[in-house]
């Protein structure tokens, strides 16, 4: 999983999702895998493969701000404007 982090500092980002995905495999309750996947994946502009990442990690973990704050940030960006709301809501 740390490779995959410094691959998306890299801005290769498609290998950071290869890392991630591949950690996953090792344990899929990894709710960081998830959310840092999602990271790579939006900055991918894939905003349907980012949320469905973010909503499984906040699946596994509730409570991290971050989660719902990265969620929402890929709400914005694909204009959906009340999710977006909500998820901001709930990282506050």
């Known amino acids: 999983m740390h490779r995959g ?4 500092k890299l801005e290769m980002y498609d290998k950071a ?10 344990d899929p ?11 790579s994946q939006d900055r991918k502009s894939l905003f349907e493969e980012a949320i469905r990442d973010f909503t ?12 719902y704050h990265n969620r ?3 709400y914005r960006k694909k204009r959906n404007f009340d999710m ?6 709930r990282a506050i």
């Open 29 to 39: 309750n990894n709710a960081y895998a998830y959310y840092n996947r999602g990271i």
């Open 84 to 89: 977006a709301i909500e998820d901001y809501s």
């Open 5 to 8: 982090f410094a691959y998306d």
């Open 72 to 74: 929402a940030f890929a």
């Open 17 to 26: 999702i290869e890392d991630y995905t591949k950690s996953l495999e090792i």
């Open 56 to 67: 499984k990690a906040i699946s596994l973990d509730s409570k991290k701000a971050d989660f």
